[in-house]
C-alpha cells in the first residue's frame, strides 16, 4: 500500500506498528510529508536537505514499498527517477556502518542522512550527515500554521516524537 493511499491520521494511530518502532515513526513522518507542504518546508529545512526535493516535487519512497531490508528507511526521487536524498531512521536501535556504507554506494551522487537521537556517538561516519530528531521537534514547536490542518499534522508528529522520548531542543542535552 501506498502512502498516499492512508491518512495521516490512520498512520499516526495504527496499531500495526509495535510502540517504539522506527517504521512507525518513518511512516508518520512519510504521511505528514505528503499531506503538508508547510511540514515538507520545515522538514527539509530543519535537517538541511537539497531545496531540490521541494523545488522539483520529488517522490518520497519508502523502504517498506518496496519490501526491502537492504534499502535506506526513505529516499527522495526527482521526477527523472534520479535519487536525491537519502534517509536512515533510528530511534533507539544501534547503527550499523556497513549498513550505510552499502546505501553509499548503491546512491553515490545523493545526500545522506542520519536522523538520530544520539548523534555524537556516530562521528567515524563519512559520507552521511547526522541529524537530530530534536531539530525537527524544534522546528515545529516554533511554526507558524497556515491551516488547522497543518497545526493538526505538526502537533500530533511533535506527540509522537515526544512518545519517543524525544525532547524539544531546548529540552535536550546538546553537548
Known amino acids: 500500500m501506498r502512502i498516499?493511499?492512508?491518512?495521516?491520521?490512520e498512520i499516526v494511530t495504527s496499531g500495526n506498528f509495535a510502540f517504539g518502532s522506527e517504521d512507525r515513526l518513518t511512516q508518520s513522518i512519510a504521511a505528514a510529508f505528503v499531506h503538508s507542504e508547510l511540514f515538507r518546508a520545515h522538514f527539509v529545512r530543519a535537517f538541511h536537505l537539497p531545496d531540490t526535493i521541494l523545488s522539483e516535487n520529488c517522490?518520497?519512497?519508502?523502504?517498506?514499498?518496496?519490501?526491502?531490508?537492504n534499502k535506506p528507511d526513505m529516499r527522495f526521487e526527482s521526477k527523472r527517477g534520479k535519487t536525491i536524498a537519502?534517509?536512515?531512521?533510528?530511534?533507539?536501535?544501534?547503527?550499523?556502518?556497513?549498513?550505510?556504507?552499502?546505501?553509499s554506494k548503491d546512491f553515490p551522487s545523493s545526500d545522506?542522512?542520519?536522523?538520530?537521537?544520539?548523534?555524537?556517538?556516530?562521528?567515524?561516519?563519512?559520507?552521511?550527515?547526522?541529524?537530530?530528531?530534536?531539530?525537527?521537534?524544534?522546528?515545529?514547536?516554533?511554526?507558524?500554521?497556515?491551516?488547522?490542518?497543518?497545526?493538526?499534522?505538526?502537533?500530533?508528529?511533535?506527540?509522537?516524537?515526544?512518545?519517543?522520548?524525544?525532547p524539544s531542543i531546548n529540552e535536550a542535552n546538546l553537548e
Open 86 to 103: 537519502l534517509i536512515e531512521v533510528k530511534t533507539a536501535s544501534a547503527v550499523d556502518p556497513d549498513q550505510l556504507d552499502r546505501y
Open 112 to 166: 545522506k542522512l542520519l536522523i538520530t537521537l544520539m548523534p555524537h556517538r556516530f562521528n567515524t561516519l563519512r559520507e552521511w550527515r547526522i541529524g537530530r530528531w530534536q531539530e525537527l521537534e524544534s522546528s515545529l514547536a516554533s511554526a507558524a500554521h497556515a491551516s488547522p490542518v497543518d497545526a493538526f499534522i505538526f502537533a500530533e508528529i511533535r506527540k509522537l516524537l515526544h512518545r519517543y522520548g524525544i
Open 4 to 9: 498516499e493511499d492512508l491518512s495521516f491520521l
Open 59 to 69: 517522490t518520497l519512497v519508502l523502504r517498506k514499498e518496496h519490501n526491502s531490508k
